[in-house]
């Protein structure tokens, strides 16, 4: 074999890198304490990641660095002082979230090599050529996604130059990832910042099938597909683990090295995987990677395995013979520690010591030298002046006026320890441009023969106004019973179309043929057939706009020359997020995710030419799965799901955490399980707060994920938003919006009050 197969692991704090590093990773991944989806993690200071840097490079690892949550327009300034920063540190690459990250540092930031996050739920081959388009050199497929998925979807990125990663090793989200927002509905801590409190692994009310933890998945691991992983040309494997300490990211990354470097060799396995049982797991499963999706992927305990695991397959019976495993386990453990300590104690990360010293005499140059690192390891480079030293009695050149123009030399990763100027002449002058250029070139030398960048000021974007003072009412439905009501409105009328397609079927295309007037709504998840039968229906149709979730189809609109506008679940919530859509993808508009609050919308500065629209009323979605969510709650008799489930079942039901809050699980035919808010999302206010920002809200009329299941006539609703939406001052708005409050009884607008 000669294609390189990376190893890229998690370093969540300086040791779990040290551990990765001499464990034999090829990279590794990290975050800083701003800007990462790991807010549980140690993370690292802005001076520790110069040093992991060095540290990482020096055993010929590279450093990527996670800005992997969705961003704020009040914090781009200073995620542009961030970026201006990272230009200059020697980082291998950053792994982004938010489409805005790409449209910035496209423009500004070209030398940083950006990597497309997991939370981008990339699943298809549009999303590939988008991010390809925006400027991403490799991206993260979905976990969800199987082998033969991810060896057509890897061949497809390798055509436009960039390369694939998948996860390896580690937890298992039930939900796709990006598309879960069960945290921040119940909780307010989202996962799209960081901060989630995995309510997929918390304690549920008994269900039907005899569950605690019905959202509980085994941890993943691919330890023995490696050789389809390598068939399909993927070009690294991921080990996730941010928030695990040192010693489990050594005996993972160790094991996976030496499987690797045993397969390149010979093409042969190790067989043994025992390590990877003695540190932290829920069991493992490799079902998504496989496409066999049982339940056997769930385990209702989401707490460690490995003793279990160890007690299970020694097959020990009496207390003595548990006890004796237990110990045996422990001293493995022990003797892995002790191992990781031997090999990390003497790696540090701290600023290089640099000692500064000027020399020279009368009509000879200034001589700079720089001593860099202690006694046992010094680097030394010297510099001379182009001119020669001169006699002067004003301003000679004195240790003061060295430290001085120098102090500041010591950026990134070196501490001045002295200045040394002993050697040097009284009285003697040079041009303070020479002392410039010799700044300078100590600058580059120091950044590893690089030059240094300047920071770039990043013009402030200009607020367009919208052309329309008014604001217009757009309704979602996904029953063709319900297209009587667009003879109700003048509302745009979308129609929701499913995450789920039989093969070569007409019957969303026969509907729109049927309603021209529709506009369709793509969803945020479509794998292979689905995205495939989903471009099938705008070449058959050729609608005039659509609102899609996925950007894969997106693109797909775009090269049919058909307008689109980008939906809520594409998580937009800053200005460079719409530029990048309007810029690179031709968006006509985009919907501002309803995770963030009236300060945090106000502040987003609309494109030229693009619309706003926001989301006033609709059932709350906290995630969607590819796995079922019935298997674990109500009880399922098939042994895995199949095409066939995702088209007919339409099974529902309502699980009850511990803390009594209810949440609705729920299925369209051709959908994919989904678990929703008990209460509906209703936001009158911010017609009242923004009405002048949006061009259009929008309500949800479909049955799905209805909550409650609470009906409402939907004829009524539709008045009642249009009064809300014609209502001639506060009075008047807030008569309407009490009125809405008593129709929608379940329902809240918490996300808009505590944003992001």
Sequence with gaps: MTRKIELLAPGGDIEAIKAAVIAGANAVYCGLDKFNARNRASNLSFDELTGVIRLAHKYNCEVFLTIN????????????????????TGLDGIIVQDLGVFNLVKKFFPALDIHASTQLTTHNEGQIKFLAKIGASRLNLSRELNIDEIKSLSALAHEYDVLTEVFVH?????????????????????????????????????????????LNLKDNSAYFDLPQLVD?????????????????????????RKSIDRFVESGKLITDDSNLHRVFNRDFTNSFLQGNLTKGMFIDNPRDHSIEHAVESSNAKTVIQIQEVKDDLFEKKDQLGEELNNKIKYLSVAKQPL??????????????????????????????????????????????????RFKNLASNDYRIVGFDCSELGGDLSIPFKELTALKNQAAYLLNNEVEL?????????????????????????????????????????????????????????????????LIPWFPAVLIGKDYDESVRLLDAIRPVRIVSNNTGVAFAAVERGIEWVAGPFLNTTNSYALLTLQEELNCAGAFISNEINRIQIKKIARPGNFKLLYSIYHPILMMTSRQCFFQQTVGCNKPSIEDGCMLKCKKETTITNVKGVKF?????????PSIYNHEQFLNAEIVRDLGDLFDEFFIDLTNIG????????????????????????????????????????LSTNAQYSQGL
């Excluded at 909780?187 to 304690?203: F, K």
């Excluded at 609705?664 to 994919?672: E, F, H």
């Design 69 to 88: 949550v969705v961003i704020l327009e009040q914090e781009l300034p200073t995620l542009i002082k961030l970026l201006n920063k990272l230009v200059n």
């Design 170 to 214: 580690g937890a298992l989200c039930i939900a796709f990832s990006g598309q879960c927002y069960s945290s921040s509905v119940s909780v307010g801590n989202s996962g799209n910042r960081g901060s989630c409190s995995q309510a997929c692994r918390d304690e549920y009310e008994i269900t039907p099938a005899g569950n605690r933890f019905p």
């Design 232 to 256: 399909a040309q993927v070009d690294s494997l991921k080990i996730e683990g941010r928030i695990k300490n040192a010693h489990y990211v050594y005996t993972v990354t160790d094991t996976w």
């Design 355 to 404: 000692q500064i010293s000027v020399s020279g005499q009368l009509n000879k140059p200034l001589n700079l030298t720089l001593a860099v690192g202690d006694k046992a390891d010094i680097r030394i480079h010297t510099l001379c002046s182009e001119s020669y030293l001169r006699a002067t009695k004003e301003l000679p050149i004195s240790q003061a006026v060295i430290e001085k």
């Design 453 to 517: 960048q300047a920071a770039i000021d990043v013009p402030a974007l200009k607020h367009h106004p919208k052309k329309d003072s008014k604001h217009s009412l757009s309704i979602l439905i996904a029953d063709e019973k319900d297209v009587t009501l667009c003879d109700l409105t003048d509302a745009d009328v979308y129609f929701k179309l499913p995450e789920s397609w039989k093969k070569d079927c007409n019957k969303h295309i026969d509907i729109f043929k049927r309603h021209p007037q």
């Design 664 to 672: 609705a699980v729920d299925k369209q035919r051709g959908g994919y």
């Design 706 to 745: 209805a909550g409650s299941k609470q009906e409402h006539d939907k004829a009524d609703l539709i008045k009642q938003f249009e009064r809300l939406l014609s209502a001639n001052g506060n009075e008047a708005m807030q008569q309407v919006a009490d009125q809405l409050s008593r129709t929608v009884t």
